[in-house]
């Protein structure tokens, strides 16, 4: 293996100064850990054992556990409980089993990970955060395990153990880039899950995604948007497109008797540079004359429940799109940007809530904006002028959600065309990452899975390198300046922590941002 | 956590924001600055008694671009922009100000 060269001391005073003259450049300064140097060629790194030991997110409070039905705090026996839950897991998954016996120890995922490429904490290769839970089952649940624990590295259930899996299975994105190199396909983002519900049940839960469910459940919506900042944060969208274009582009909330109900992350509403997507979605809409509404009592796309594996609560948060497309009556379901809840959309909605009878059989149900905008280009439905966005240079980061747990279109590899196809007929100017970096190899935005969370920064911006490896590479080549993404969490990723690398970041938007800016409304006003 | 000022000391969160929102004051709000050694201008002012009354109609903290336009209409359309926002609040605008309003910190994908 080759060996990394030695991080560049970036260590600072962990505070700034207002007016300080930073050019959304200068974060780096204000780490209070060492910022991975870029190199010129990806390197595997040696590794350093427990460097990340430290990292943990927050435990969720007693009502945020109250929230997602989950104990307050650590229960009595909590041991017990916990070897009793992994079993009943095991017991229902099939797949689950397969990935805890398969493992044959042959090494092909110790490097997919960007954690550990960002980190070099050996308990982030895939295959050593597996075995946390691994050496658990073995010793509860395996004939091996239980009679010779030290021939197969099983392990009882203690404080320390469950201390580890906090820790490292906050250190995971669920992104199954490693499942794609392992031979068995094993997935660990299935371990993680069944490991966070184990631990959730004991009472030992996340901060950032219970708090987050709760709000869905009692709000609506990731943020906590009720519906009048929503329907006023939306008249304001309808006046500054006004202001732009001159064309009244309506956003519009419940409703009823609209073809299209658009679910879309609530980050679309409040954040740059989501907004600029949305903006996108409305302006596409608007031109093809469908007629479209979001929902007050739906307003959240993302399911937090598939990250932290609560199948009871993924359920829950997702009757609220069915319950809100047979209020409004809608013919049509469509996702906005957003990787995870594309994923679960695509891949379990109809199980969740389906059938879905009630919609037009003539559209897919559900149907990703993406496919409806590819489609309407296909058409000639949309006017679009490349030359406005002449001074973006452009590139398209894969998310992990959609590249390697769904598909868009009907053609294997969709998810990775119609995007791109996209750029390609709003832009001039398109240029692919590294191939080993892209489509279903696409490396991770960092912030993945929940663990988009200031209190994993440090995570975050190591976990990050390998991405922002492969954008300077197309920058220093190509002079590449925006790198597009259809995910609410990788644009927020993004936008926090290329800074720390040196880039700005402004560089980062909405795929619907690019077509935002090629639409040309007048002409088929 | 707790954070003194003036002798007086008030239950905060993990990473500071104020437990009770109803326990906000100017003090607080400059406290809580201070340990970032930032200094509050009347412009940064200007956006945290937007938030707050903002919040205090619609319980949450404006969108950003709620935020820059109101932020455009009272200090000039130069600064309405997010630019200017992270100029006044380099951790971020939403988060950083949303802090020294005394408002919860904004959860989601953000």
């Known amino acids: 293996m080759l060996r990394a060269g030695p991080p560049r001391k970036r260590r600072a005073a962990n505070s700034l100064f207002c007016y300080w003259n930073h050019n959304f450049r200068g974060l780096k300064n204000v780490a209070d850990f060492e910022i991975p140097a870029l190199k010129e060629y990806p390197v595997i790194p040696l590794i350093q054992v427990g460097s990340m030991a430290h990292s943990k997110p927050f435990v969720a409070k007693p009502d945020h556990q109250d929230a997602v039905g989950f104990p307050h705090e650590l229960v009595d026996n909590w041991e017990e409980k916990a070897v009793k839950k992994l079993g009943e897991l095991v017991q229902g998954s099939r797949a689950l089993q397969v990935f805890l016996d398969a493992c044959v120890k042959c090494g092909a995922c110790t490097d997919k990970c960007h954690y550990y490429l960002g980190t070099s904490d050996p308990k982030n290769m895939p295959v050593a955060r597996q075995d946390l839970l691994r050496q658990v089952y073995r010793r509860y649940y395996t004939f091996a395990g239980k ?26 994105s669920q992104c199954r880039r ?31 995604c219970n708090e987050i469910l709760g709000k869905v459940y009692t709000i609506g919506n990731n943020l906590g948007l009720p519906e009048p900042a929503l329907r006023n944060t939306l008249e304001g969208l309808e006046e500054e497109v006004k202001e732009d274009t001159g064309v009244d582009v309506r956003f519009p909330l419940d409703e009823k008797g609209a073809d299209v109900l658009l679910v879309t992350p609530s980050a679309d509403f409040f954040a740059e540079p989501h907004v600029d997507g949305l903006i ?7 031109q093809a004359g469908i007629s479209w ?106 998310s992990c959600n959609v590249a390697r747990a769904s598909r868009m279109g009907n053609m294997p590899g969709g998810q990775f065309v119609i995007p791109r196809e996209i750029i390609k007929s709003v832009a001039n100017h398109f240029h ?28 975050r911006i190591k976990g990050a390198l390998p991405r922002v490896e492969a954008l300077k590479q197309v920058v220093d080549e190509h002079g590449v300046n925006f790198m597009a993404a259809i995910c609410a969490i990788c644009k927020s990723q993004f936008t926090k922590v290329i800074p720390y690398y040196d880039f700005p970041m402004e560089m980062i938007g909405s795929l619907h941002q690019l077509v935002s800016s090629a639409i040309q409304l007048k002409t088929k006003e | 956590m707790t954070l003194e000022v003036a002798g007086k000391s008030f239950e905060t969160d993990e990473e500071g924001y104020l437990a009770n929102r109803d326990d906000w004051n100017k003090d607080v709000a400059e406290a809580m600055a201070k340990l ?75």
Not at chain 1, 148 to 166: N, S
Not at chain 2, 78 to 88: A, F, I, R, T, V
């Open chain 1, 432 to 459: 692919d990452m590294a191939p080993d970096t892209i489509h279903e190899s696409t490396y991770c935005c960092g912030g993945g899975g929940g663990l988009l969370t200031d209190d994993l920064i440090e995570l």
């Open chain 1, 147 to 172: 009679y010779f624990p030290w021939l197969v590295g099983a392990r009882d259930m203690d404080k320390e153990v469950l201390d580890d899996w906090y820790s490292y299975f906050h250190q995971c």
């Open chain 2, 36 to 110: 970032d050694d930032c200094e509050l201008s009347d412009n940064h002012w200007e956006v945290i008694n937007f938030l707050r009354e903002y919040y205090d109609e619609y319980q949450i903290a404006p969108a950003v671009r709620v935020l820059t336009k109101a932020i455009g209409k009272k200090l000039g359309a130069d600064k309405g922009n997010s630019k200017y926002l992270y100029e006044l609040f380099p951790y971020g605008p939403a988060k950083q100000a949303c802090k020294y309003a005394g408002l919860p910190k904004p959860t989601g994908c953000v």
């Open chain 1, 280 to 286: 996108g979605y409305g302006k596409v809409f608007h």
């Open chain 1, 293 to 398: 509404t979001m929902s007050s009592y739906a307003s959240e796309a993302g399911n937090f429940s598939m990250f932290i594996g609560s199948g009871a609560n993924l359920k829950k948060t997702t009757r609220r799109i069915r319950e809100a497309a047979l209020d409004l009556g809608v013919k049509r379901l469509v996702v906005g940007e957003c990787g995870h809840a594309w994923r679960v959309a695509y891949s379990f909605w109809n199980t969740l809530i389906g059938p879905f009878d009630f919609l037009d059989p003539k559209y897919p149900a559900p149907q990703h904006i993406c496919e409806v905008t590819h489609d309407l280009i296909q058409r000639g439905a949309l006017t679009l002028d490349k030359e406005a966005n002449d001074h973006r240079i452009i590139t398209f980061h894969d």
């Open chain 1, 178 to 208: 490693c499942s794609v190199f392992c031979p068995y396909g094993i997935d660990t983002a299935e371990i993680s899950m069944a490991a966070r519900e184990v631990m959730d049940s004991v009472g030992l839960g996340q901060k950032y």
